[in-house]
């Protein structure tokens, strides 16, 4: 089953990748939606995926009114969350990671389909195409744990979520994505 979520010209869908969902987002211009950043997913055998692990999803749309998507899944080493809302012209994530022991690699990670460039460690900026507009996915949390970009030696786009000193712990981390015309 595919899932996917919309606001304004900008849209999240998820698609079946082996025993997981990834997702991209897309720019949605007339009748076309143009991919701009995919998911980068891990696989069973790994520890510490590159992304969150997403295996069910759950439309809650209905029941609050505006769109909102819930996803939970498993890795070897942490159990993970993740929620997908719609706030105003905003699309927001909302992962979480359940770690027993401080993770290896931890954060959300997306192969960019666009021009991508940063314009802060904590802003990533996407041009889309076909369009002046600007995507901006920016970190969001207080200064002193927002997560931060970083480009991986393949030229993905890693969100680094601030990792406490103490496990078991909950680690979440932020984003959001909107359109700057």
């Known amino acids: 089953m595919s899932y996917q979520l919309r606001s304004g010209e900008l849209m999240v869908r998820f698609y079946g990748a082996e025993d ?12 076309r939606a143009v991919a701009l950043l995919r998911s980068v997913e891990g696989n069973a055998r790994q520890p510490w995926p590159p992304s969150p692990v997403i295996q069910h999803v759950v ?19 942490a159990h993970f969350s993740l929620a997908l809302s719609v706030q105003g012209r905003t699309l927001r994530w ?12 931890l954060g959300s990670c997306y192969q960019a389909l666009v021009n991508a ?20 996915i920016q970190a969001t949390a207080p200064e002193n744990s927002r997560p931060q970009f970083q480009q991986t030696k393949t030229g993905h786009w890693h969100l ?10 909950t680690v979440t981390w932020t984003y959001q994505a909107s359109v700057q015309s």
Not at 66 to 76: D, E, F, I, N, S
Not at 94 to 105: D, I, L, S, V, Y
Not at 160 to 169: I, S, Y
């Open 20 to 31: 997981r969902m990834g997702h991209e987002l897309c720019w949605v211009g007339g009748e």
């Open 59 to 77: 439309d809650h749309t209905a029941a609050r009114g505006q769109g909102l998507l819930l996803g939970v899944g498993m890795a070897p080493s």
């Open 94 to 105: 909302e992962p979480a990671a359940r770690c027993n022991a401080r993770p290896q690699k």
């Open 117 to 136: 460039w940063l314009e802060s460690p904590a802003c990533l900026c996407l041009q889309a195409p076909e369009s002046q507009c600007l995507i901006r």
């Open 160 to 169: 680094v979520p601030a990792v406490p000193e103490e496990f078991p712990a």
